[in-house]
């Protein structure tokens, strides 16, 4: 494998799958994208999947021969000993064979992650988190996803999904949460919590700019909305960003005092034009909540691959397993 | 050093100092103790260790020629650089060269860590956790103490004072804790928070066994006298001790979500003749706070070791470190 120097990345999402070239040192050599079409039976996406690779590896003008191995990033949770993702309520690959489908059909070794574990890898290996040891990933986005990374390794655990710093307790008996339980962190700082203490706000006869921006149409809440009503000064909108904002800062100075990482790594859709906004009050209520000597040092800073955390942090697991192959 | 076969564990208290000289297989072959005399000039203090570290080899019978190593477990935080204790409240050893003087002064290398991960490390390798790799220990006493071990290894992070599982976050604006902050699991569960929860019902009236059994003393609030105003059914006291455990379990559950360990073990006073009442209701509360999926095969176990804990922990240490040396 004297002449294979590349590995590809792929961002697998509900509705596109992304793929890259990329060589060891984070350079992108060639791209391509191909819907996920999710509903479809799971073999013609893995079909899609391995399709979008040599696609990929066309537009690099390469060959096979010079690619080691392929990383994928996943929605998870993910079964790592049979290379299935168990469950993916947007995606019918539900315990299929992923790994073995695609090494077999593209010849060399497949690794997978999940998609937060591989965005904070990325980070680690190629963003913000260069050179350091010990780093957390948190994602605000729809919902709030976490990756761990001690001693230079991902933490993946027992059960192998370790992270799930969306749902660390913060309110005992609080807010009801998408996972069933309550007082989660992703019940005060998802977009998804956001928008249902919106409603309730407008509910109530609270005035904001929202209405007049996205009507009704909740979908339309993007995050340069989000931006637009923050430019307004909208109080209500200021006050549910500010409250994720906050109660991020809670959980951040609470995985200090368990982790005791040197960097915090704050990424995901509601950071995007936001996080001069939000990135201070999370580190104000960070520090707040954690003791002084474990906050000493500790950077809390914005993630920096943006659209391309995913093909980059999937590139990144694949150099990391052909590494320790070696 | 092919006839040197033991180690020397040491236990570090703010009342007495325990040495033994252990086996790799965890024998205790000899064992001393001498008062701390806390509040002595830091060199006394570290005389008397030596001292009792010489007193368990005579003890065991051995030469020094037969010890290949010292480990510590101190109260925290510490400093692992320099080897040093940064601040103990209850010991006069803040920043003295506890590692340095020692291992000058016993010709054989000194390792310490914090008293909590020295539990956790003794019951990962001679106690509960024995062949597992991901443990997580939680001690309930005064206070609330915890050490992780991912991998197999005690995870330090950057500050090397991870795991102040006590300080988690469970209740946003919730209870003062000891550590300033507000809401700490330490604030619900531990015997601090428990005694101070215990006066304010008295003051208000509410009758319990105490008042007959320790008077105004509430020194006198052993573990033993717990277990009597168990027994006679106490309702203030039954009371108390099922909120700990309540909100121990739900840390638990918190923890399992971001960690993912395969078993957690409680030790601690209060566990002491309480396990039978405290260990279910944690159980429950933990498997309602987490996912399903990272809950499946995790054991919720109590501590084994006891008194011992403290010295096997010190000495498991200190076999861990003289097998990376080798």
Known sequence: ????????GVDLG???????????SGEIKGRAKKKTKPE??????????AACCREAVEAAQLSWAEIEAVGIGSPGPLDPVKGTVIDTPNINLANAPITGFLSQ???????????????????????AGKGRKHVIGIFMGTGI???????????????YNAGELGHIKLV??????????????????????????????IKKGKATILTKLIGNDWSKLTSSVFSQAVEAKDKLVLREIKTAARYTGIAVGSLINILSPEMVIIG????????????????DYAKQNCFPIMYEGVEIVPAQLGDDAGILGAAAIAWDKVQAAV
Chains 1, 2 share one sequence.
């Open 14 to 24: 509900g509705t596109k799958i992304l793929a890259a070239v990329v060589s060891q």
């Open 268 to 283: 995901g859709g509601l950071m995007g034009n936001l996080s001069d906004l939000i990135l201070p009050i999370i580190q």
């Open 172 to 201: 005992v008996n609080g807010r009801k949460c998408g996972c069933g339980q309550r007082g989660c962190l992703e019940a005060y700082a998802s977009k998804t919590a956001m928008i249902r203490s919106l409603q309730r706000s």
């Open 145 to 159: 996803g976490g990756g761990l990374i001690v001693d230079g390794k991902l933490l993946h655990g027992f059960s």
């Open 40 to 49: 479809r039976p799971a073999d013609e996406i893995l079909g899609r999947i």
């Open 105 to 127: 059909e593209l010849g060399i070794p497949v690794y997978i992650d999940n998609d937060v574990n591989v965005g904070t890898f990325g980070e680690y290996v190629y963003g």
């Open 1 to 8: 494998m004297a002449d294979a120097h590349y590995v590809l």
